[in-house]
């Protein structure tokens, strides 16, 4: 098994981030013209994870934050092919590093349904309450 390398703030291209979060969340995948990670990254992320096996990018987490004491983790996503080896997990332990490093005192995350274990149990984080509005939904 091949050695996961992970980087905050690693370098990556919008078509290989692209793939990925199609394949992550299962929809089309759209071209940089449609969704420029490297500009949204640059323009809002206190910083973001790059996990790579052999070159190729198998995960990516973005943390944004408040510019204070809060972060939030945001897209986290292993390829298919990468999951079930504690790439998840990497990539939040170095978030997690580098939101401390970077001052601030809080990591927040949101999931859905079913991956309470993983949050909870692997991830180290502790439920909380929350609220959500769906803005796309009409009235």
Known sequence: ???VQYQWRGQFINQELNELHAEAFDHRVY???EWDWVELCAAHSL???T????GELVGF???ISDGFVHAWIQDEMVSLSARHRGIGVGLVHAATDAAREAGCEW???DFDDGLE???YGAAGFTPTNGGLIDLTATE
């Not at 996990?51 to 052999?54: G, Q, T």
């Open 1 to 3: 098994m091949s050695e």
């Open 117 to 119: 274990p993983f949050y």
């Open 47 to 49: 910083g973001w994870v």
């Open 107 to 109: 990591l927040h995350v």
């Open 51 to 54: 996990a790579r096996i052999e």
């Open 31 to 33: 071209d940089s013209s």
């Open 61 to 63: 987490l973005n943390v």
